[in-house]
């Protein structure tokens, strides 16, 4: 990301009541990927998880 770094990322969503996991599993609703994400991404692929890029976390976010 590039407007704001993970750990921001990770306390405004926990912030805005929504729970942050370390893995991609059937139970996550959705992924925001930047452009290295490697085998999370592909994970969440496989499951047909939701994927955001930067500007739709960021639009999801300031929506709230």
Not at 17 to 32: D, E, I
């Amino acid at each position: 990301m590039t407007k704001m770094t993970r750990a921001e990322a990770k306390k405004t969503a926990e912030e805005l009541g929504m729970k942050v996991l370390g893995a991609v599993s059937a139970k996550t609703n959705f992924l925001v990927a930047g452009e290295d994400s490697g085998t999370k991404l592909k994970t969440a692929r496989e499951l047909n998880i939701k994927i955001l890029n930067e500007n739709e976390w960021l639009e999801l976010i300031y929506s709230k």
